[in-house]
């Protein structure tokens, strides 16, 4: 399939956008076609239908004056590069494309961005992930020689600072800040899912090593997850908040994911795929804010029910899908990652902890939503409605993260 895919690249690049939009719908119908396994193979798919559904709606929410042949050079370069890194049976060839995966999303922010800051951030991104994932590159190639409980931990650093882990998360803020509206959206729809994907990925060759380092991590991603619920009640940019909110939900993937439970793992892969879209359509509905208030201050959009009821709609829905309300995907994942830590460690300080990062993770979804949709508005004019084609990024947003929740048996 991946040497159709790179044939078809050829061939359709220099074509026209639209041509390119249905270029990806067929092979998006054509992939849903070729689920027919489980393990791996299904885990696989479902991260590259995630990256194929959120590659067109970055091609649906791009203005009709943004679109030129650099930018949909880049948007299918990301495509592919990921497609490389879930595709790869070889630890090297995953390796190639988790690291050259990032080029494409440095481009897009320099190219681009809204602020000159973009280059600081841009520069961020690649200095977290570079460093840290040279430790993998030398893991690689010393595997064969037993060598790997010696440097697990650091070995584990490239995944975890995709996550990223609390600590070691402070490029994604920054570049969230400074990334386009389709920037952002591949960002916390799919590169935060390949530190996930990956440390899946090397459990099946080391899990028992991993377990046994884990523990503290767990305790330690969750208390993290705690700590950026409290950051976010601090910010006043709705993006960085956002961005908090992603780092928070993939905190309690990784708690989950590490404690090797078959529960913990289904919840990750559901919590993944639906925070992808949801976290997606966050920033899509943002983006398209800024457009008309040129603004993303928590303090300046006050008032928007009053002026753009639409808008405030689809920022209900998805600020309750993000606190994991039914019948979102979100709420199958964090139960089923519940599940998993709880029954991993049955103490009092860890069921007093994961109460409160679940508390707090609802709060601050209710004071993005009421801060940013009531009050009087600052700015007394009226904001254009949402035209069709938004109202249908959102749409196509929403209905994966809804209706997969029905059959969930889709994923194992």
Known sequence: MLEILIVSYFILVGLSWTMTMNFFLLIFIMSLLLIFDSGMYLLKMVMVLLSMWLVMMMFFSVDFVEESFLLKLMFMLIFYFLNMVFYSSSMFMFYIGFEISVIPILLVIFGWGYQPDRLEAGFYMILYTVFFSLPLLVGIYIYEYQLMKKII???????????????????????????????????????????????????????????????????????????????????????????????????????????????????????????????????????????????????VNHGILQIMPICSFWWFLFCVANLSFPPSLNLAGEIFLLTSVMSWNWSSLTIFI???????????????????QYGAMKKMFTLNFFSLSESLVMFLHWVPLNILILDLSLFF
């Open 153 to 299: 931990l650091i070995f584990m650093l490239a995944f975890l600072v995709k996550f990223p882990l609390f600590g070691i998360h402070l490029w994604l803020p920054r570049a969230h800040v400074e990334a386009p509206l389709y920037g952002s959206m591949i960002l916390a729809g799919v590169m935060l899912k390949l530190g996930g994907y990956g440390l899946i990925k090397i459990s099946f060759l080391d899990g028992d090593l991993i377990f046994f380092y884990s523990e503290w991590l767990v305790i330690y991603s969750i208390i993290g997850g705690v700590a950026l619920s409290l950051i976010c009640f601090l910010q006043s940019d709705m993006k960085v908040l956002i961005a908090y909110s992603s780092i928070i939900h993939m905190s309690l993937t990784l708690s989950g994911i590490l404690t090797f439970f078959d529960v913990g793992l289904l919840g990750g892969i559901y919590m993944m795929v639906g925070h992808g879209v949801c976290s997606s359509g966050l920033f899509c509905i943002l983006g398209f804010l800024y457009v008309r208030s040129h603004s993303r201050s928590i303090y």
């Open 354 to 372: 994961i109460v409160g990062l679940m508390f707090l993770s609802s709060l601050y979804s209710i004071y993005l939503f009421s801060f940013s």
